[in-house]
C-alpha cells in the first residue's frame, strides 16, 4: 500500500507527463481531517479532463487502489477522484480560475512534485 504522500506524487507525475497544466500537491493534513493531500492539475478541453482521469485510474489499478467516489458530470469542467487521504482536482483552466483552490487552501504546504 501506498502512503498518501507517495500516491500523491505518483498521480501528480502521471498527470504531468500526460500534459495536464499546472500540476501540484497541496498538504492539507494540519487543516484537513477528510484528507492528506489534493493534487491539482488543469485540463485544456473536457477530452483531456476525461482522459486524465482515465490515466490516474490506469494508474492505480493495478495496486489496487479504487476511488471511494468519483465527482464530475459530464461537460462540468471539474473531476474530483476521492482516494481517501488524497483527493484528486482535475479542472479545465477556465474552472480552475474560477473555483482558486489554491487560494483557499493558500495557508497550507504546497510539496515538490519529484
Known amino acids: 500500500m501506498l502512503e498518501p504522500k ?7 507525475k502521471k498527470l504531468s507527463d500526460n500534459k495536464a497544466g499546472d ?6 493534513s494540519p487543516k484537513s481531517s477528510f484528507a492528506d493531500y489534493f493534487v491539482m492539475g488543469s485540463a485544456g478541453s473536457q477530452r483531456q479532463l476525461e482522459a486524465l482521469k482515465d490515466y490516474v485510474e ?3 489499478e493495478p495496486m489496487e487502489i479504487f476511488p471511494k467516489s468519483v465527482e464530475g458530470k459530464k461537460d462540468s469542467g471539474w473531476i474530483l477522484m476521492d482516494y481517501g487521504d488524497v483527493i484528486v482536482n482535475i479542472l479545465t483552466v477556465e474552472m480552475r480560475e474560477k473555483y482558486n483552490i489554491e487560494k ?3 495557508d497550507c504546504e504546497m510539496v515538490t512534485c519529484e
Open 104 to 106: 483557499i487552501w493558500g
Open 23 to 28: 500540476v501540484c500537491i497541496i498538504d492539507i
Open 6 to 12: 507517495e500516491m500523491a506524487q505518483k498521480i501528480a
Open 58 to 60: 490506469d494508474l492505480l
